[in-house]
Antibody
Framework: EVQLVESGGGLAQPGGSLRLSCAASGFSFSNYGMDWVRQAPGKGLEWVSYIGTSNDIYYADSVKGRFTISRDNAKNSLFLQMNSLRDGDTAVYYC????????????WGRGTLVTVSS | QSVLTQPPSASGTPGQRVAISCSGGSSNIGSEYVNWYQQLPGTAPKLLIYNNNERPSGVPARFSGSKSGTSASLAISGLQSEDEADYYCAAWYDSLRAYVFGTGTKVTVL
């Protein structure tokens, strides 16, 4: 089955860290760009980061310098290392498949909830 | 504070046509493809329209997209109860080197 499954969410303190994972299956992971998109409770969608097939990387200004995106093609996995977490990072984090880096996200995971609170 | 502006809500009765606008600028909509996503309550978003007006396989033909200048529009013809959802436009913002989503529009079927 073609799917993306996120994990690693949970409760973190302000200033703390979390590492999200996204396991891909049913397609050739290495041939696709991948993104993280988040959604704060009751709010709209916010793009977070992109990693291409050649490891070209982009970040939203709101996470630049704090979050690091990476991928392991051998393990069909996408990661998001989140450091210096803030209250405003509280959201459901989705990973999404990005054909050819064109940002038309044609496959989404179900998301993992990150809560930043003391 | 998104750079792509959508009306917060839209509504119609079953069978009606509903249109949702998305207003941007020359560095995003004006020079890039626009995509549209549908988010049903409690679920992940789903790609509805890509490259301004293309529908992925499985998306009903009653959904259509268009773009003119720095604005884009999503139309739903023959509105159905299962179309009740949040809809987001999105485009690459070249000068920011970032992908931006619209503010979102909640569609209600009366």
């Amino acid at each position: 089955e073609v799917q993306l499954v996120e994990s690693g969410g949970g409760l973190a303190q302000p200033g703390g860290s979390l590492r999200l994972s996204c396991a891909a299956s049913g397609f050739s992971f290495s041939n696709y760009g991948m993104d993280w998109v988040r959604q704060a409770p009751g709010k709209g969608l916010e793009w977070v980061s992109y990693i291409g097939t050649s490891n070209d990387i982009y970040y939203a200004d709101s996470v630049k310098g704090r979050f690091t995106i990476s991928r392991d093609n051998a393990k069909n996995s996408l990661f998001l290392q989140m450091n210096s977490l803030r209250d405003g990072d509280t959201a459901v984090y989705y990973c999404a498949r990005d054909p050819q880096g064109s940002r038309d996200f044609d496959l989404w995971g179900r998301g993992t909830l990150v809560t930043v609170s003391s | 504070q998104s750079v792509l502006t959508q009306p917060p809500s839209a509504s119609g009765t079953p069978g009606q046509r509903v249109a949702i606008s998305c207003s941007g600028g020359s560095s995003n909509i004006g020079s890039e493809y626009v995509n549209w996503y549908q988010q049903l309550p409690g679920t992940a978003p789903k790609l509805l329209i890509y490259n301004n007006n293309e529908r992925p396989s499985g998306v009903p033909a009653r959904f259509s997209g268009s773009k003119s200048g720095t604005s884009a529009s999503l139309a739903i013809s023959g509105l159905q109860s299962e179309d009740e959802a949040d809809y987001y436009c999105a485009a690459w913002y070249d000068s920011l080197r970032a992908y931006v989503f619209g503010t979102g529009t909640k569609v209600t079927v009366l």
